[in-house]
């Protein structure tokens, strides 16, 4: 059985982690119990935009990379704490575009060490990412030059979803950059609102939306477990609190008042566990 | 992936006695109408609603046969395959026309998306450079948007390229920048010259205006015979049956993927 | 409005056709029609593996190029008209590898010339195949040797699917090669059990497993579309008449019997037009 | 992936009283079963039920933890993201085992599923070299099967190279062959000496008849200190308990893939 802390407990200081964007099932509850447990030195990819998370891991210091096509809190504005750390040189900034960062885990999806993309040539990005190469049409078919960026092989994929089996298979309905990003992943970790006791894959209308057990490592329920974002068909985003959020966020000092309310102060994702809610199971074969 | 969403307050065009002053957005909306209608395909990106609106508008003027897809929404949402599918769908040649922002756009349509500064120093950052790296090589149609209409944003040279307004010979590159609309005034781009083409003035603005405010050199409209130098025209005035179009069937659509905007924009008169 | 025999015309002599592996819900009613229009000098591109469609196009005569991993009637064991026509030297064979056409569709998915793939190195196959192309690791970092392969873009992708609905979208479940196959093609035509007065992408359940008609050229309706071979959850695969069928067409002669009963003699798809079965949607948007 | 799946009728070892014979497909089921126990990720292709049988009991003997994934049917099946998901799967190192079959295997474990003659003049064609020339490049432990142990099959060198048996140094790869199970014997392959090693006979078969059916030269096993000529042992009967495990639970297990095969193999007694 796991829960959100022993899910924490299994990304390591230093990890190269992945996260999907807002509007597709960011594990809030986990991010905080990452910052609970203090963990640091992240390489953080944000597949390929970064909000609210990315923000609360750069401001609580867990952050020592970023690559990332653009890290924002969408309708609410900037993202404050990204944008000083920036500003006051305290990221490796890793500068990426949102089909590079996919094509990059696509590389590792399939196994091999790069992938080719077109566009690109001319960005100041390019010239910016060492580990980027120009070539000219390899097949030497008058191509052109062609961008050729090294496979990107997370750590840690995690997510939140709404549901999980008995199986440790877990929905992702349409939301397949979180099968990319976990069949790129050493490690998947998801939190989910509730284990339905059942069998996804049996039943073909459910098998479409599932992610096979065979890429998750370890399962936890977390109810509301991505609040303040929304949840498909479970709850809407709270765009009042992240408003309130981006302004107490713009000064260090507020930022530190808000994880020490939010976050450090046990109440919110503690109450699921007073309630039962945040047991968990781990599957068998995770990789 | 367009920035502040209010156009110039200076536009307060005339309406048909009995209807509603047309409002800037509107205005806006319906500027960019006319450089998208007959497409097959128009893509939206995230937090564009101004960019929507006249995607949608647009395709009901056109009748059947457009498609007008927004990501991040439920509706008009046709993608399936991930976020990486309005990419690939970009990089099959399947998407016609795209909207591109810019913290600050150059006279060679390089934009910038990511902070001013000397990268990797940054001075003030923005998000990022988002997909425009790649939906500006392989969109046919792309349009820039510039609500302020600024020197702040209509830079000499952009400080970063997020995406270059051109690409030498040998590069392959179906897509790029074909306009500029802003709170002022729309411009076409062309890219063997690598200038900006004034093409008309909003209503009450001025071509003094627009110089003032343009920190890059561009060229007037051509004349009668295709010449350099020809009139400056003002931008035609939304006609009525659009506004009405927008004011009804498109207000109530946009709404389903930008409630708020809706809401705000749309919903005093609706 | 469309049919089968307007879908049919809608594959022109020459074309680079794709067609999906038998689990995979394989347009049997269409093919017939292609073949009762003599469609000619196909360049056929089994995804990956062909079975009984490959055979009867390849011994209607429909097939001048062959791209493919296998050609197989499973069970009832090898492909008659296939094998023959190798042997007689009556194909131009491009032999692959199941993932090399996977890998060379993903290209054309995402705009690319080439996509790399592991293995293969050493493997006959790649000898043989003057458009893959070995390269020393472009990135400079030691990988090896490793296969670039070209895209592969074909003209026209078909399938049969159990349900499109009335937007133009259809139904592909978990069979996700139909997806790649559609996003590749430059034009997708499908034929269906039945058209559904909904819109898939209303609903995140049906989201999932639905290919948007964004990449739909044309449907069609055909009852048991997919027989004699399978269709999930509609009928099963009818193995004795395939094993017959690898009987009958061990010759010539037997082949040309069971073209003329099958397929030439309007009885079987021609009944489903009578009894208003076959009637269709064109999709607004097709590429 | 592997052709006829009867293995060679002359095996008819004892069984215990009161217990109907051990079937050739049954003895055959269990030397790949031994293989593979304790294994992480057993993936078994198409039309393979003994492999799937065998995969399936090392499972159950394993006790937890261990998946096997059966491709095509309803049943074992894990893939969802279409055709290519087993390869990248396999690329991604998260199948453990796999197994291939050849129409022709050579004394360096170079497999030809294709077809017989000088490419591409083929005189006799197979169907085609499916997924090998990958899987066998990244499965660490991939198991030939080769029911039908004869010259025909296991020669010298194949017409045709589906997919190498071992490659040069500089070429990744992760995996290779590391068993040959035929209706004979069980044999081990070394890459390093590119060579086959018996490892044992099957009951009632003799170390002559494998010569003498075998295309090309191997090793004997190991003697009792490492070195070379050891005696041949005979290859164990199944265990009276995985037989058991084998003809209910297992036997229930792949009908739901293979219903024919199961009905045919084990249904009698079950």
Known sequence: MEDLESLAARVPDGALLALAPEYSWVPMALIRALIRRRVKDLHLLTVPIGGLAADLLIGAGAVKTLESAAVSLGEA??????SEAVEGGALDMRDSTCPAIHTALQASEKGVDFMPLGGLVGSDLVDNRDDWKVV?????????????????KPDVTVFHSPRADTEGNVWIGRRRELVTMAHAAAATLVTVEAVEDRDFLDDEATAAGTLSGLYVTAIAVAEGGARPLGLTGHYERDTDYIRAYAEEAKTGDGFKRYLDREVFAETGDETETETGAETGTETGAGS | MSKAETASSKISPKT??????????????CVMARLL?????????ALSPIPGCAALLAREVSGAGGRVSIIHGDANNPYTDGGREIFDCAGQGRIDAFFLGGAQIDGEANINLLGLGSYPKIDKRFPGSFGSAFMYFTVPKVILFAPEHSRRVLVERVDFISAPGTSPPG????????????????MSFEAGKKRFRLQSVH??????????NTGFDFDLPRGEGGGEGGAVPVTPE???????MLRSTIAAEIAKTYPDFAARVFQPRA
């Open chain 1, 77 to 82: 504005g900037p993202a404050p704490r990204f």
């Open chain 1, 136 to 152: 000219d049409d390899p097949l030497g078919q008058g191509g052109g030059p062609v961008v050729l960026l090294p496979a990107i």
């Open chain 2, 16 to 29: 048909s006695p009995g209807e509603p002053a047309t409002t800037p957005e509107e205005f806006i909306i």
């Open chain 2, 37 to 45: 209608e007959g497409l097959g395909h128009v893509s939206v990106g």
């Open chain 2, 171 to 186: 590069v392959r590159r179906p897509g790029g920048p074909k306009a500029l609309v802003t709170g002022l005034c729309l």
């Open chain 2, 203 to 212: 209503p009450g603005h001025t071509l003094e205006e627009i110089r003032d």
């Open chain 2, 238 to 244: 939304p006609e009525a049956e659009k506004l009405q």
